[in-house]
């Protein structure tokens, strides 16, 4: 079955680093667009990055731009998000997300509920 696993998560100050990692099995990776996703305690689970299956197409929420960073590796079935400069606000649980196809839309890889598989989520705390 498909599994989507992510690590990485922590407790850092405000102003560090964090990189996240999502490894995937069970699926042909390099047919999946890739996302990540946030969600703070009492909110909904909101959009931070997405890639297309081949890299070459990558979107951010306008929160994080210019902070995180999304790759992949489609030899090694992971993905991962590089996130910078990071701030109390970025405190939340982290999840990976794997969609089936072809399309690159900004609309569809920006929406939760297009999305096929999902991970457990990996928690990150920021103090101020």
């Known amino acids: 079955q498909v599994q989507l696993v992510e690590s990485g998560g922590g407790l850092v100050q405000a102003g560090g680093s964090l990189r996240l990692s999502c490894a995937a099995s069970?699926?042909?990776?390099?047919?999946?667009?890739m996302g990540w996703f946030r969600q703070a305690p009492g909110k909904e689970r909101e959009f931070v990055a997405a890639?297309?299956?081949?890299?070459?197409?990558?979107y951010y929420a306008d929160s994080v731009k210019g902070r995180f960073t999304i790759s992949r590796d489609n030899a090694k079935n992971t993905a991962a998000l590089q996130m910078n400069s990071l701030k109390p606000e970025d405190t939340a649980d982290y999840y990976c997300?794997?969609?089936?196809?072809?399309?690159?839309?900004?609309?569809?890889?920006?929406?939760?509920?297009?999305?096929?598989?999902w991970g457990q989520g990996t928690q990150v705390t920021v103090s101020s």
């Open positions: 890639i297309s299956q081949s890299g070459e197409i990558t």
């Open positions: 997300a794997a969609r089936f196809g072809v399309t690159q839309a900004m609309g569809v890889l920006t929406s939760r509920t297009r999305y096929d598989y």
């Open positions: 069970g699926l042909t990776f390099s047919s999946y667009a």
